[in-house]
């Protein structure tokens, strides 16, 4: 049990290439992840059983990204302990890291510690949300790709940035009538004044925006609304969602009166973006920073992933979004400083070794910085959130009750959690603790929101079930 | 929402792209009784269930129906039975021959009001 140890809790394009970095440089790596199969979000693979049919033009990118991936991956899995389908519920400490599957649980000790763990979707409520039918954008992809079931057969959209427009354009090349999707701005226009200032972030985003491109080519030969400026009001129906109203709005967010439009439609899609999942480096006690465009609460971390907790890492969309090529190459970087690490106490002992990656992820970020303006909402954009309109989906926590909260001087995202229950429920606050921190009043963003052990429910008998660490990762 | 119409219709026609696989079926019980859904080896439990025609498996402590949301484990609106074991996430557990889904109301009973009879939760 004496060699050197890294653990990578995340098995996305950043955890991936962080362990195989890791593997390479000679130390032992346990890779952690929930999921069953590597790939992360982006690259969500369908199990070997659902092998699936062509590719089409649009999505021919995306799957050599992946097969560029693998291949990488593929040369240092044989010595990498890979735990599909377990998850890192508690860090107490790099010696004392809580892992579960089903049916059993650990603590492990790390001697460098890589939180890959990505992010999940942001969603601005609104009334009808929690009707069954009413998905994120992010829902009907994992479904298709990790699947291959579309979600329904009319399917509206509607958010912010580019996950809407990708995510319409797959479910019409799957063949569901997609009646509208309603953006509150067009995702490429604030693009254009960062990337025609700096012609280097233009080149390294060229890909990225020739998909777009193909994407919304898609749409435009089936003849699919895309409508920007435009706000979704509502979703409603009969005990599921049966149709969707949105209105074009102010520039701040706020309805025009007369411009209503309602689209009917079986499921209905919303992506605002992103949330960093950073409640393990949050627990282990990393210093955070509030960022609005890039997912929220995010650990502060250097060039290398350090963070200010000697010995942990982060890498990857879960220090704020990037996309998925910055991602990978972060992972070779963040690595490479943890394999550091781990064996001498010295992250930049090998940053030659990464020195390649170092350099195209500077040219992804460029670009990603530019593209990160189409995650801005308009201003007002939660006066749409009604009193009756439930914002915390797991107690039931109406913006009535948290307006009544804020007034009774319960401001701050931790002290409106205590008094009102929502974020508390089996979620972890994941669905809305950002509409929460938006509600809460001046002090809500910028509050270091807690993160407590068990982020996600562990069963009974796995606790119970207590196993010692020897067998891992040796 | 006519049940039995949406689902015959959306049976075949949403799995665009499975060009190989094992079907066989899981069994569902909601309130009105128990069916059989077609699923592929692999897929998930939510999958199986919206391809036909499911939009919802459970009932919120606040009488609301819900279904699937996030889709990739993170919201646990989805929420169900799963061969006896409560609040098991549809959208994370795979389909397997002879699985039984079936509904759960609050924190994890049967729609009569029992207790199912499975796992730990
Ligand atoms: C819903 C969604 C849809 C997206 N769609 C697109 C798209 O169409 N095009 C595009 O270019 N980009 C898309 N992105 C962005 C893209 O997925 C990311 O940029 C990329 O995947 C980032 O890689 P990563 O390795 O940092 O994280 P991820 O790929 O997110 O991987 C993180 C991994 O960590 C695991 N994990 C998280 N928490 C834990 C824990 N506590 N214990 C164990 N494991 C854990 C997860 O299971 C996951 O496998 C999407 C992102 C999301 C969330
Ligand atoms: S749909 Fe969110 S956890 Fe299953």
């Not at chain 1, 599921?240 to 499921?267: K, N, S």
């Not at chain 1, 350090?306 to 972060?330: E, H, I, N, Q, R």
């Not at chain 1, 009193?387 to 002290?415: F, K, S, Y």
């Not at chain 2, 060009?19 to 692999?42: N, S, Y």
Request: proline share 6%.
């Amino acid at each position: 049990m004496s060699r050197a140890r890294v653990v990578v809790v995340g098995a996305g394009p950043a955890g991936m290439m962080a362990a195989a970095q890791a593997a390479r440089l000679g130390c032992a790596v346990v890779l952690v992840d929930e999921a069953p199969r590597p790939g992360g979000q982006i690259h969500r693979q369908p199990p070997p059983s659902l092998a699936g049919g062509a590719v089409s033009a649009a999505a021919r990118p995306e799957a050599e990204r992946k097969r560029r991936l693998f291949d990488r991956f593929a040369r240092h899995a044989g010595a990498i302990d890979h735990r599909p389908g377990t998850s890192v519920t508690a860090i107490y400490g790099l010696d004392r890291i809580l892992i579960a599957d089903e049916t059993s649980s650990r603590l492990i000790r790390a001697d460098a510690l890589v939180v890959a763990t990505g992010l999940h979707e942001r969603v601005v409520p609104v009334p009808g949300w929690t009707l069954p039918g009413v998905v994120t954008a992010g829902a009907l992809q994992a479904l298709l790709k990790g699947g291959r079931v579309r979600a329904g057969d009319r399917i509206a959209l509607a958010g912010a940035g580019p996950l809407p427009l990708v995510a319409a354009a797959q479910m019409v090349e799957a063949g569901a009538t997609v009646p509208v999707v309603a953006l509150l701005r067009p995702p490429w226009s604030p693009l254009w004044p960062g990337l025609l200032r700096d012609p280097a972030a233009l080149w390294a985003g060229r890909g990225v925006l020739s998909e777009g491109w193909r994407w919304l080519s898609v749409l435009r030969r089936a003849g699919v609304p895309v409508l920007t400026r435009h706000v979704a009001l509502s979703v409603s129906g009969d005990g599921a969602a049966e149709r969707l109203v949105i209105a074009r709005h102010d520039g701040r967010g706020r309805p025009v009166p007369g411009t209503e439009r309602r689209f009917a439609a079986d499921t209905v899609a919303f992506n605002h973006g992103f949330t960093a999942n950073s409640e393990l480096a949050r627990m282990a006690g990393a210093e955070t920073r509030f960022d609005p465009r890039r997912g929220g609460w995010l650990p502060v971390r250097d060039g290398d992933g350090a963070t200010s907790v000697p010995g942990l890492f982060v890498a990857g969309d879960a220090g704020g979004f990037a996309g998925g090529l910055a991602a990978a190459c972060d992972g070779a970087v963040v690595g490479a400083a943890a394999a550091g690490w781990a064996l001498h106490r010295d992250a930049g002992r090998f940053a030659a070794q990464a020195a390649a990656d170092r350099a195209e992820r500077a040219r992804h970020w460029t670009f990603q910085a530019a593209l990160a303006a189409s995650w801005e909402l308009p201003r007002d954009i939660h006066e749409l959130v009604t009193p009756a309109t439930v914002v915390c989906r797991c107690e039931g926590v109406t913006r009535a009750r948290i307006d009544r909260a804020v007034a009774d001087g319960h401001d701050g995202l931790n002290g409106l959690k205590r008094n009102t229950r929502a974020g508390m429920g089996s979620c972890g606050g994941r669905s809305c603790l950002r509409t929460l921190a938006a509600l809460a009043g001046p002090r809500g963003e910028g509050e270091a929101v807690n993160a407590r052990p068990g982020i996600r429910p562990v069963t009974l008998a796995a606790l119970a079930n207590r196993v010692s660490d020897e067998s891992v990762g040796s | 929402m006519d049940r039995a119409a949406s689902s015959a219709a959306a049976t075949p026609s949403r799995r665009p792209d499975v060009r190989e696989g094992e079907g066989f079926t899981i069994l569902f019980e909601d309130r009105f009784g128990q069916r059989a859904i077609p699923a592929w080896a692999g897929e998930s439990v939510a999958a199986a269930l919206l391809a036909a025609g499911e939009r919802a498996w459970r009932t919120a402590e606040d009488g609301s129906q819900r279904g699937l949301f996030c889709g990739i484990g993170v919201c646990w609106e989805c929420r169900c039975i799963i061969d006896g074991r409560p609040n098991s996430r549809a959208c994370q557990t795979e389909a397997r021959p002879g699985l039984s889904v079936r509904w759960q109301v609050g924190p994890g009973l049967l729609p009569d009001g029992g207790l199912p009879d499975g796992g730990a939760s």
